[in-house]
Structure formats: structure tokens, C-alpha cells
């Protein structure tokens, strides 16, 4: 168990989000439990994702736009020949293709040709606003939602493992990354479709998921419920 700073109220520091909490959430919980008046976070998890949460405290959140600029680095798990609206489980499945004839050599293969500077489409259900709206509350009423294009960088997508029809992998990217969306048009390259099954965030910049507080150690012995 990490050894806590005596005073968390003007501070950079890390929690490990667990699965199912968004990120304010997070937030939240610690405001209260720890009556720190200013704090934010520099940089979304969706609740389907787990891993490292920078929360920066009192005057520390003047860095909150640096630190949401910095490199991240994540791991996850894919599943291939389905997809889903969301492009993760949080809907249900739309379409089924078979991936027999996939092979480890095919989806490698696709995966470097994402290595680079390119261009998404963030996934519909995102916290991205469309002039007032959120584009997930529009979704999930059926409204029509147009995303624009963006710009970011993937440095490496890498294969870990491969037991048909997940698929395991690591990948280090620019912030704006929307992995649901890489796995997505990954899916779309092979034919077969994907989504996004399991994603961990373990680096962000040079801060690291296993030099982070989870949330016991910092609320203990608060419950954890929000």
C-alpha cells in the first residue's frame, strides 16, 4: 500500500480507476471524502476503462491542459466479427461476420498501417459536445450526430496475444486517441468488424498506473460507493 501525502489539496497526484466509475465520479468522491474544494482531472477514462486517472488539486489544476497533452500509453483486449453502435459493450451487438480465415500475420499487418500521424472519427458515443449537447446523449435518443475528422498520432499498436476471436494489445498514442474508434477501423481494414472488449491506461506521460493510489487507500475508511 502506498504511503499517502499528508496533504492531497495542492497536488498532482494518481488513482487507478476502477471499472464502472467515470471519471468524475473519481472526482467527486475524493472532493467529498477528502474536502479538497478544487480538483479536476487531466484527461477522461470512459467507465468501461480502467487504469491510471491524473487528478490535479488546488492551484496544480493550472496544469491540467499540459498534463492532457501528454502521450499515453494503454492495454486492451479487442474481440473480432462483431461491433457494436459504441464500439464497446455498452450496447449491444449489431453485426456478426465470420473471422475464420483470419490469421495473427493479417491482423499485424493491419495494425502498422495505423502506425503514424492519422486521421478518426471520434465514436458517437463520446462526451465530445455538439454544440450543446453531448454526442452520447444524442445517441442514446437516436438523434443524429455528425463527428469531424481528427488528427492524432499512433507511435506503436502492438499485438500481445492472439486467441481467435480476441485479440490482445498495446498501444502508445497522442492525446485525442479514441482506442475505441482504432479498434473500430481496425475491425472495418480486416472486414470482419471489432470492438473494443477490455482497455487499461497505464502511462500517461512519465506517470505510471503502478505508482498509483487506489481508490481503498485514498478513502479508506470511507465506502465506495458514488
Known sequence: MHKLQNDLSEAIFMVHKPLGWTSFDVVKKIRCALKIKKIGHAGTLDPLATGLLLLCSGRQTKKISTLQGLDKVYTG?????????????????????????????????????????????????????????????????????????????????LLTAFHLPFVNFKLVCSKGTYVRSLVHDLGQKLGVGAYLHALCRTQIGNYCLDQAYSLEELLQPDSLSV
Open 77 to 157: 483486449q479487442m474481440v473480432l466479427g462483431k461491433t457494436t453502435p459504441s464500439m464497446d459493450l455498452e450496447t449491444s451487438f449489431n453485426s456478426l461476420f465470420s473471422y475464420d480465415h483470419i490469421t495473427e500475420e493479417m491482423v499485424r499487418a493491419a495494425a502498422a498501417t495505423f502506425v503514424g500521424a492519422i486521421t478518426q472519427i471520434p465514436p458517437i458515443y463520446s462526451a465530445i459536445k455538439i454544440g450543446s449537447k453531448r454526442a452520447y446523449k444524442m445517441a442514446r435518443k437516436g438523434e443524429e450526430a455528425m463527428l469531424s475528422p481528427r488528427s492524432i498520432t499512433i507511435y506503436a499498436f
